[in-house]
């Protein structure tokens, strides 16, 4: 029951986080949202393509394929590097707004969490198979 639980958890987050990027940067992307801060376009593209994907990695993680946990720890990676490189730009330059920074960060902590969720569901999984035999 918790593999269960930890699975939708997981996926559910990673599914609404994911298209609340689409939504928020593709308003900003298309001038129907405007910002009072520096918007770094290369970060918001980035952003809306990582919520395309966040969204079959939610997907996945949701109907238990075996590249799930995968996907999850890619993006966690990806986002880990995207955010020390905007930190960087943040701090040479003012290219980069610390709303940015700021969101990077929350970026990452959401990964962190659902990759950890998807870990556990499936160490459940692996443990449950290995008292089963």
Do not use: C
Request: hydrophobic share 60%; glycine share 4%; net charge positive.
């Amino acid at each position: 029951m918790k593999t269960k639980l930890f699975k939708i958890i997981a996926a559910v987050i990673a599914i609404i986080f994911s298209l609340l990027s689409i939504v928020e940067g593709s308003t900003v992307l298309l001038g129907i949202s405007v910002q009072d801060y520096t918007v770094f376009k290369p970060l918001l593209v980035y952003n809306v393509i990582m919520g395309i994907v966040g969204v079959f990695a939610g997907s996945a993680i949701w109907i238990n394929t075996r590249e799930a946990m995968r996907y999850t720890k890619i993006i966690l990676a990806a986002h880990t590097t995207v955010m020390v490189i905007v930190i960087f730009i943040y701090l040479l330059s003012n290219a980069v707004a610390m709303h940015s920074v700021q969101a990077m960060l929350v970026r990452v902590v959401i990964w962190l969490v659902i990759t950890l969720l998807a870990w556990k569901s499936n160490q459940s999984v692996v443990n449950q198979k290995n008292v089963n035999k």
